[in-house]
């Protein structure tokens, strides 16, 4: 997903738990920022990061099919996953609707991903999580008077050297970038159709930011005079674009694991690959590479056309609403 995609979906994301009304405190905390929600989203993509953050092969899970030591720990059921992944999520309905590309027989197999160290994208997501849970532990009075209880020792702590709520805001945005990218096929595919620069994946990518909008690029968001609600209404209006409707709900992290769960959600994603291209004609490896183009898949015919808008939908609708889960789930750490 390039820099405005990511924006859009963390500010999505902020309204999407607005609506819902239950974490009021974490909303005023992220909203005087949204803004910022372009750089914050993309500083995981950014090439002049430093080591551990840059690029976008930096953090991946690209998933292949597995043999060797404890295969059993690596299949994960359709159904399982379904169960795992609840209603309120798109993707179920998806996996479902697709049931004649994969097959029993494949849901049955053994698939692994084998990231290099420091790149794992459930590592990067999981280390994120527990450091903004620490920041909010460390937050300045501000911080402190939204965050719900009450920090026994924060008084023994310097204010100059507390955290403020905008830098809250820019790593609870850079957490979102962790979370949208293990919705994206492309990063849970080890076959090199799904790589950068082979066809598929930028292109991908670059119909989503088209119907995202130039509005979301961090040259118009940044020094744009609108206010916060006039911001959330330009996000709104891009809905339509992937027929999506939120149900303003967003349900609890069940597994309490913010690692397990971007790991079962590159698993769905990687589900989805498979279902853009079926394995029977885009092979694995070690098999020979072919590779499956954006024109190809989605442009030349119907059927392809259908399938693109469904990826969309499913793709999008379920990065924010995964964005808004764990976000809400660090917010429940905190109990009064
Ligand atoms: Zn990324």
Redesign the pocket.
């Known amino acids: 997903m390039n820099q405005r995609t990511h924006a859009w979906i963390a500010i999505r994301a902020i309204k999407l738990l607005k609506d819902e009304g239950k974490t009021e405190n974490l909303v005023k905390l992220l909203e005087p920022y949204l803004r910022k929600a372009a750089i914050g989203a993309w500083i995981?993509?950014k090439r002049d990061a430093k080591v551990g953050g840059s690029r976008?092969e930096n953090?991946i899970f690209k998933i292949k099919p597995y043999q060797g030591d404890s295969e059993a720990r690596f299949i994960l059921k359709r159904d399982e996953l379904i169960k795992h992944l609840g209603p309120e999520r798109k993707l179920p309905g998806f996996l479902e609707g697709y049931k004649n590309i994969l097959t029993d027989e494949w849901w049955g197999k053994a698939y692994k991903a084998d990231p290099e160290p420091g790149q794992h994208l459930a590592n990067r997501a999981m280390s994120l999580a527990i450091n903004n849970i620490d920041m909010l532990i460390l937050g300045d009075d501000q911080v402190q008077e939204m965050v719900p209880g009450k920090i026994d020792f924060i008084e023994e702590v310097d204010e100059s050297t507390r955290v403020s709520s905008g830098q809250v805001a820019l790593f609870f945005y850079m957490l979102s970038?962790f979370i949208a990218?293990s919705l994206m096929p492309c990063h849970c595919d080890d076959r090199d159709l799904a790589d950068y620069a082979n066809g598929l994946h930028k292109e991908l990518e670059g119909h989503w930011g088209k119907k995202v909008g130039t509005f979301f690029e961090d040259d118009n968001l940044s020094k744009n005079g609108l206010e916060a609600d006039e911001i959330y209404e330009k996000a709104i209006a891009v809905d339509g674009k992937f027929s999506l409707s939120f149900e303003n709900e967003v349900p609890d992290l069940k597994s309490n694991d913010v690692w397990w769960e971007i790991v079962v959600l590159c698993r769905g994603s990687f589900a989805v690959a498979s279902i853009i291209a079926p394995p029977e004609k885009y092979l694995y490896k070690p098999d020979p590479q072919i590779m499956a183009p954006f024109e190809t898949l989605f442009e030349q015919d119907q059927q392809g056309r259908q399938l693109l808008e469904e990826v969309d939908k499913v793709v999008i609708h379920d990065a924010v609403l995964n964005v808004a889960l764990i976000w809400k789930y660090i917010w429940s750490k905190f109990k009064k």
């Open positions: 995981p993509d976008t953090h970038h990218d």
